[in-house]
């Protein structure tokens, strides 16, 4: 190897600790599998499949979210190195009185998973929209070169809930300078 190949690829290593160091926060909680569905039948090695799995906001109590993601079968799957696709989709909801535990900047990751063996992740993101009063995530996934324009996006309003009086204002908790 020559050395500018040698320093591309010390750049490359050092780039993906860095993403995965990153990613340590959002890491924390793992998602509750609720079920798999086969779409794909394949012979001696696992299907493919669909996947739907549920996160609660680790910010926000009183919101779930729940997303739908491929993952796939045959050998690649059945070794864990197979590239998932970017199709997920996404539905949050209020499941009880929504507090904030504290500020969040818009577009803060919720939730991070891998998606390859490499440099592909999954992101579920949070914003504020002010105005409407209104929580809304952005699931998408995205690589170190080459990302998609995948996405799904949900709204979740904030809501009384049960005898819960005055609901809290999602502007109240955006950090200044956004």
């Known amino acids: 190897?020559?050395?500018?190949?040698?320093?591309?690829?010390?750049?490359?290593?050092?780039?993906?600790?860095?993403?995965?160091?990153?990613?340590a926060p959002a890491l924390a909680q793992e998602p509750d599998l609720i079920?798999?569905?086969s779409t794909v039948w394949k012979f001696l090695t696992p299907d493919d499949k669909l996947a739907v799995y549920g996160i609660d906001d680790p910010v926000v109590d009183g919101v779930a979210c729940h997303y739908t993601t491929?993952?796939?079968?045959?050998?690649?799957?059945?070794?864990?190195?197979?590239?998932?696709?970017?199709?997920?989709?996404?539905?949050?909801r209020q499941?009880?009185?929504?507090?904030?535990?504290?500020?969040?900047?818009?577009?803060?990751?919720?939730?991070?998973?891998?998606?390859?063996?490499f440099f592909k992740k999954m992101q579920i993101?949070?914003?504020?929209?002010?105005k409407r009063n209104v929580l809304v995530y952005l699931v998408y996934s995205?690589?170190?070169?080459?990302?998609?324009?995948k996405n799904s996006t949900s709204s979740v309003p904030i809501m009384p809930w049960g005898g819960q009086g005055e609901v809290p204002k999602c502007a109240d908790f955006i950090k200044k300078g956004w």
Not at 70 to 92: H, N, Q, R, Y
Not at 98 to 109: A, H, L, M, N, T
């Open 1 to 23: 190897m020559t050395r500018i190949s040698i320093r591309a690829c010390r750049a490359v290593a050092a780039a993906g600790l860095l993403l995965m160091g990153a990613a």
């Open 35 to 37: 079920f798999r569905k």
């Open 70 to 92: 491929p993952e796939k079968g045959g050998v690649s799957g059945m070794f864990g190195v197979a590239e998932e696709t970017s199709d997920i989709s996404l539905a949050c």
């Open 95 to 117: 499941v009880g009185p929504i507090s904030f535990k504290g500020k969040f900047e818009q577009g803060d990751v919720v939730f991070r998973e891998s998606r390859s063996f």
């Open 125 to 130: 993101v949070r914003g504020c929209d002010p």
């Open 142 to 149: 995205d690589k170190l070169i080459d990302g998609s324009p």
